[in-house]
């Protein structure tokens, strides 16, 4: 019987899954009812990129990129003439207009990360598609089921799986990875070793927040598929860093967030599930689409602002009009010589192998930096980040990690070789003082 075709609502989500499905040459876009921001002249990356594009206080050495992204400027206006459109006649567009314009989006991000619409959901942030991906496969383990993970996972994964383990007594096999690290083959050796007849899930980050490595995806889940076990993967940092495809990579299950290196505004990631695994997954909070099928499940969780979603069309746009290879080259080479230039300023040296980082690296300080000695500890990483952000206005995380400290730079198309002059001469002067406050 052929499914009878509604008006669109936050009541009435039945036919969000006909939108996402059809086939391409079958789709219509809605017509948009704002004027987007255009690009039509391309800026040079770095302090006139900031200008143009960014929103950044120049006064700061911002560094730091990693942690919350930095929003496009034109994604932002586009956001906010969302919410006024809304405004203008509420009813209009929440219930009979904004679940195709999500639709129609969605769409548009599943293709830049090559994937099956149907087989993406908008969500908040990865935080929220980890527990919902978690809550929702718990439930179907067995006694003796147990999850795999690395020492390196998110802190708020961590977190998770430790009320998981409290509450439902599930164990958690946490393999450890120590540093310096040379090749990604010894992941996969201790991953191969890890695997036991009881592992139900691993979950990965496909780059570590706190050590910047990129981890060797592909590889790790074929790994898990060989062995009968599911993958989780945790790519926060992924989206905009890294060319990602969802069908390369062929995980269970796949979150990003849109609000980091992507910089889209803040509240907007994407959570990938195979269409096998997808009856199970249920949203954290279950609302008018639970039943519909999956996308219309998490297409409308309750009341909020989905604006940041709709901001996607810009920020796509933008990624368009300057050119994928072209952002990520300028963001690696940057982040390259400006950790080649700290290690010799320094005289230290880096976390892992150079080829295992992309925008993100992780250069060692110098010994006795605020009189302090190793085994540094998070503390003595608190004070150093402290100072440099009261003292020079640098915005940088330093990481305390095996007894060694380290900064974790960011570079990103704003970003210039200058900015990483400015921290290695604040952390020299750091070294050099006769005080420890």
């Known amino acids: 019987m052929e499914r009878t075709q509604r008006d669109f609502g936050s009541f009435h989500a039945s036919n969000v899954q006909d939108l996402i499905s059809a086939p391409e040459d079958h789709y219509q876009a809605p017509s948009l009812p704002i004027q987007l921001p255009t690009f039509t002249s391309t800026t040079a990356f770095g302090a006139e990129m900031k200008e143009k594009h960014f929103f950044l206080d120049t006064s700061w050495t911002f560094l730091n990129h990693g942690a919350f992204g930095s929003v496009i400027k034109e994604a932002l206006h586009a956001s906010q003439s969302w919410q006024v459109y809304c405004e203008r006649q509420p009813l209009r567009f929440l219930d009979r207009e904004l679940l195709p314009h999500l639709v129609y989006v969605t769409r548009r991000l599943a293709k830049f990360v090559d994937a099956d619409p149907s087989d993406v959901v908008l969500i908040p942030n990865a935080t929220t598609g980890i527990n919902s991906v978690v809550r929702s496969l718990v439930k179907t383990f067995k006694p003796e089921s147990s999850i795999l993970t690395l020492n390196l996972a998110y802190g708020a994964t961590k977190k998770l799986l430790k009320q998981i383990n409290e509450e439902l007594n599930i164990r958690i096999d946490e393999v450890a990875v120590t540093?310096?690290?040379?090749?990604?083959?010894?992941?996969?050796?201790?991953?191969?070793?890890?695997?036991?007849?009881?592992?139900?899930?691993?979950?990965?980050?496909?780059?570590?927040?706190?050590?910047?490595?990129?981890?060797?995806?592909?590889?790790?889940?074929?790994?898990?598929?060989?062995?009968?076990?599911?993958?989780?993967?945790?790519?926060?940092?992924?989206?905009?860093?890294?060319?990602i495809s969802m069908k390369q990579i062929n995980a269970d299950y796949y979150i990003s967030n849109a609000h980091k290196w992507l910089g889209c505004p803040k509240g907007c990631a994407f959570m990938y599930v195979q269409k096998p695994h997808q009856p199970t997954i249920r949203p954290l909070v279950i609302s008018h689409g639970f039943g519909s099928g999956f996308n219309s499940e998490f297409i409308w969780t309750g009341l909020r602002d989905y604006s940041p979603f709709l901001a996607l069309h810009t920020v796509l746009d933008f990624w368009e009009h300057y050119g994928e290879s072209n952002i990520r080259q300028y963001i690696y080479d940057t982040a390259k010589v400006a950790a080649e230039m700290l290690q010799s300023a320094w005289g230290t040296g880096l976390l892992a192998d150079p080829s295992l980082f992309g925008s993100m690296v992780l250069v060692a300080l110098p010994d006795g930096v605020l009189r302090s000695s190793p085994p540094y500890t998070y503390d003595t990483a608190e004070r150093v980040q402290n100072i440099l952000f009261r003292e020079f206005k640098i915005e940088v995380p330093i990481k305390a990690i095996q007894g060694s400290l380290y900064v974790r730079i960011s570079s990103h198309i704003y970003n210039e070789a200058e900015e990483y002059t400015q921290l290695a001469e604040a952390i020299l002067k750091l070294a050099a003082r006769t005080d420890n406050c």
């Not at 790994?223 to 599911?230: A, E, S």
Request: hydrophobic content about 50%; aromatic content about 4%.
């Open 179 to 243: 540093f310096p690290l040379k090749s990604v083959e010894e992941i996969i050796m201790l991953i191969q070793r890890s695997i036991s007849a009881d592992t139900a899930l691993a979950i990965f980050d496909h780059i570590p927040s706190n050590y910047g490595i990129i981890l060797p995806i592909k590889e790790l889940v074929a790994t898990c598929h060989q062995r009968g076990v599911q993958v989780l993967v945790d790519g926060a940092h992924a989206l905009g860093m890294l060319p």
